[in-house]
């Protein structure tokens, strides 16, 4: 009987290791496919008139972050406004950090600026990223998106807030709450938002971008409320 048993357990154990495999295999599948959907014509946009001019919102002041990077991009974002709020007053208030997902982030940003309307817009194409970002500049206000970005020698997913945009000069700037401003080319900044350039990415944050857990060219972009 116990070998038997022992017989049925290992069958199982094999069986759903088989099915975890197959999942995995699947969503590294799904995640090759949704990335290259995300690449088009982007070098095209610098063709268009309407986003020749550079872009650039003055004012942002870079922190280093204490509690979290999406703390610290309300932070900046809330100085820039005007406003008091502060990573440790949003410490304070929850106990937590509350702006793990790209939704909550969003939600939290629509929570402390009532005077803008933050919509999330994700896994956009290459040319609606820079089009919406541009945009966004063009009328004064600073665009938090997410991306790959190093912390020391080792690849995170991070909020930063892009600042200035030049398409003809291939720029993009970007205060990063690691504590420094980043002046990076257009194909970088896309391969980060994309997260490609996220170097022997963890198979579980692969398996996450596969299923909508985490998302990729995501941006959110604040409108002002008239």
Not at 20 to 28: D, Q
Not at 176 to 200: H, K, Q, W
């Amino acid at each position: 009987m116990k070998s038997r048993a022992l017989k049925v357990t290992v069958i199982a154990i094999a069986a759903i290791l088989g099915v975890l495999v197959v999942i995995a295999i699947v969503g590294l599948s799904l995640l090759q496919v949704r990335t290259a959907s995300l690449h088009d014509d982007w070098q095209s946009v610098r063709k268009d008139v309407q986003l020749a001019a550079p872009v650039q919102v003055e004012g942002v002041e870079v922190i280093t972050q204490d509690v979290s990077c999406g703390y610290a991009v309300i932070e900046m974002f809330s100085a820039w406004d005007g406003g008091d709020v502060t990573e440790e007053s949003l410490y304070g208030e929850y106990g937590k950090v509350v702006t793990s997902t790209s939704q909550s982030f969003c939600d939290e940003m629509n929570k402390r600026f009532p005077s803008y309307k933050t919509t999330m817009r994700k896994n956009l194409t290459d040319m609606e990223l820079l089009r919406a970002v541009h945009s966004s500049l063009e009328v004064g206000v600073p665009v938090p998106f997410e991306w790959a970005a190093k912390s020391g020698d080792e690849w995170t997913l991070h909020y930063s807030i892009v600042t200035g945009m030049d398409l003809q000069g291939d720029r993009v700037t970007v205060a990063n709450p690691y504590g420094y401003v980043e002046e990076l080319p257009i194909g970088e900044f896309l391969s980060r938002t994309s997260f490609e350039a996220y170097e022997d990415m963890p198979l579980f944050l692969k398996l996450g971008f596969a299923f909508g857990i985490f998302e990729q060219n995501t941006v959110f972009v604040p409108e002002r409320v008239s």
